[in-house]
């Protein structure tokens, strides 16, 4: 991989950051279809997604989007 092009993945080649579906298998629809992404739950490790298909609203994957920030207790 050229410099420039490891640049712009932010790492040495093979590392990627973070990726989102845009497409997944629907079990109720039998195929594979677009989705949505739901925050679900926000947890100290990083925020919890669900995907949804666009068509029936049938959950079909979870992700946890890990950032680089911590969290801060403000008492």
């Known amino acids: 991989m050229n ?3 490891q ?8 590392a990627y950051r973070d990726f989102d579906a845009t497409e997944l298998f ?4 039998r195929r594979a279809v ?3 992404k739901r925050l679900l739950l926000v947890l100290p490790e990083g925020d919890k997604y669900e995907y949804l298909c ?4 049938a959950s079909v ?3 946890v989007s890990r950032g ?4 801060r207790l403000i008492v």
């Open 7 to 14: 640049r712009a993945f932010g790492g040495p080649p093979g």
């Open 34 to 36: 677009p989705v949505r």
């Open 54 to 57: 666009a068509f029936c609203s």
């Open 61 to 63: 994957g979870t992700k």
């Open 68 to 71: 680089e920030a911590h969290l």
């Open 26 to 29: 629907c079990p109720r629809c």
């Open 3 to 5: 410099p420039h092009a």
